[in-house]
């Protein structure tokens, strides 16, 4: 129902060939085989259950598409029970909006950006969140087997510097901005909206860049709302 795929009996195979046997997969390739010698194996009795603690658990950016790095992947119990899209989707607004709704983009210098390249929307506009949430709907509207829909920003620098986002803002542990508590508030107030009519349907979105620290004060994310870790 979610996207994934089951590969229980398989992980079960390596866990216990990395428990009992010893053997260690360290990168892809055969290189990175580690098998011990051994005269014998004893196995105690067992009785083992497992499951993963993410539901989505992946090592991105490795040439996953390369036969060599899909085994390691394998042997690494890497996989997912729960399909997520979280690639970068701030042009589900149009950069047309702008001529109506420019404050629905950031502003610099006092004044709002009229969108190009990678541009930037104000995270914490109530018009912007909501219209950011009709368009997750009207996604899962025209297509109702979809399970997820991305509220991931755009790459690159350029955040909004209105008054309102600007007060979210923190320095990250080293001296750098910081704007994940106002991308966390957009997160969750799309999230909220969409929760309305979609109850059963995922937002997701990048923790990255500008906005891969933690806030420093606790934050309570939104049910339906996944965050992915894309530390680089």
Known sequence: AQGGTSTGTRNAAYTFIEKFLGVRWLMP??????????????????????????????????????????????????????????SHNWTAIKPEAFTQHPDWFAESGGVRVPPAG?????????????????????????????????LSPADSGGWCECANCKALYETDPNGELSVTPAIIHFYNGVAQIVAKKYP?????????????????????????????????
């Not at 620290?213 to 934050?219: D, E, N, R, T, W």
């Open 29 to 86: 390739g055969p290189h990175g085989d580690y098998v011990p010698k051994m005269t014998s194996v004893t196995i105690p009795d067992q009785d083992l259950q497992g499951a993963p603690f993410f539901l989505n658990r992946r090592v991105p950016y490795t040439q996953e598409n390369r036969p060599e790095v899909k085994q390691w992947w394998a042997r690494q119990r890497l996989g997912w029970s729960l399909s997520l899209y979280h």
């Open 118 to 150: 990678r541009y930037k929307l104000c995270t914490t506009n109530p018009g912007l969140i909501q219209a950011f949430a009709d368009a997750a709907i009207a996604y899962f509207d025209a297509n109702p087997q979809a399970t997820c829909f991305s």
């Open 200 to 232: 059963q349907k995922l937002l997701a979105g990048y923790v990255y860049a500008a906005y891969v620290y933690p806030p420093s004060k606790p934050f309570k994310l939104a049910p339906n709302m996944f965050l992915v870790w894309a530390p680089s």
